[in-house]
């Protein structure tokens, strides 16, 4: 795979929050890559970093939190050091659209579903208002929201949860951006409902090429639609690599533990598996390997040293000192 195959690369990306209790190192060294045309999904528990990264991707990091070091690479562009308004006009939206876990949230309650649409895609084109309506109505009709016209004209409380979900994603498409974010899309729906938003983003890569980036707790919800998963725990990434091999050989104990928590993974009439403990605080996290106070393979060396990230195959990595190596291609080390 060549470099211009990727379309977002991120390297050693570390961002704090700077408190008066102290310094909390939410995302510590996280690296992992999105190609074109590519679903990749980011789990992990609640507090694992997933959502401080995908904003640090598109710089909505605010006091007191900083992006202290590392590189993103959006489409060849070095986001880090781009102006504030590079970013607003290039970058959010046309660049990259943004799904938030929570649509309520994300749309004004005062403003038609319409007045908003427009004043995004006003944005990044002098287009007159009328013909944004019509880019509006047909993104909509895209993501197979019925009647879409009388649907500009309400406000966001008349929509369920998965129109209004809808409606963020039309508003990625509407502005074509080359890379979707969907931070927990499916948060707060109805079980049905959620199968539905799934099956759109799947749907959407399909026809347009765009690459989809998953943010879920739920390793179950990522695997049905996802190419690769990038596991993620207390700011830092514990495996990477293609969705089969992950869920079928994985190499971490935390990925294992995820997996063996998920019903459709379990073979008929076994319990679930459970993970012991819980996400350590991040303002005094474990020193070594930030999973060894919850993992049964736990050595001294675990406490004490970082674990190597070694290459078990093709695109599939992991950062564990007990990392089975017969199962690997090489069993090396990741040089740098």
Do not use: W
């Not at 929201?145 to 509407?174: F, N, T």
């Not at 996290?285 to 060396?301: D, M, Q, V, Y």
């Not at 990230?309 to 000192?321: D, E, Q, S, T, Y």
């Amino acid at each position: 795979m060549s470099n211009a195959d990727i379309l977002l690369d991120v390297q050693e990306l570390k961002t704090y929050f700077f408190t008066y209790q102290g310094v909390v190192r939410a995302v510590d060294g996280v690296s992992f890559s999105v190609d074109r045309s590519e679903t990749v999904g980011l789990v992990g528990e609640t507090g694992c970093g997933k959502s401080v990264t995908t904003r640090s991707i598109l710089r909505l990091i605010t006091p007191p939190g900083r992006i202290v070091s590392g590189q993103i690479l959006f489409d060849g562009r070095d986001v880090l050091k781009l102006s504030e308004k590079e970013v607003r006009k290039s970058l959010r939206g046309r660049g990259i659209a943004m799904v938030f876990q929570k649509p309520m949230s994300s749309l004004n309650p005062v403003f038609t579903i319409g007045q908003q649409f427009t004043g995004v895609l006003r944005l990044h084109s002098h287009e007159k208002k009328s013909a944004l309506l019509k880019r509006a109505e047909e993104s909509m009709a895209a993501v197979a929201l019925a009647r879409p016209k009388q649907l500009l004209k309400q406000y966001p409380h008349e929509l369920s949860g998965g129109m209004q979900q809808r409606v963020l994603i039309a508003m990625g498409l509407a502005c074509e951006a080359k890379l979707l974010i969907a931070d927990e899309p499916t948060t707060a729906l109805d079980v049905s409902v959620q199968l539905q938003i799934l099956e759109l983003l799947a749907q959407i890569q399909e026809r347009t090429g765009m690459s989809v980036l998953v943010i879920s707790h739920d390793l179950g919800v990522v695997t049905n639609i996802c190419d690769r998963i990038v596991v993620m725990y207390a700011g830092t990434v514990v495996e990477s690599g293609p969705v089969e091999i992950i869920v079928r050989q994985p190499g971490h104990p935390y990925t294992t533990g995820l997996i063996r928590a998920v019903p459709d993974f379990a073979p008929r009439g076994t319990a679930l598996g459970t993970l012991r403990g819980e996400v350590p605080n991040l303002l005094v996290p474990p020193s070594g390997c930030r999973f060894h106070p919850r993992c049964s393979k736990a050595t001294e060396l675990c406490t004490k040293e970082p674990p190597p990230v070694v290459k078990m195959g093709p695109k599939h990595l992991v950062a564990c000192h007990h990392v089975e190596l017969g199962a690997s291609d090489n069993g090396q080390p990741v040089e740098g």
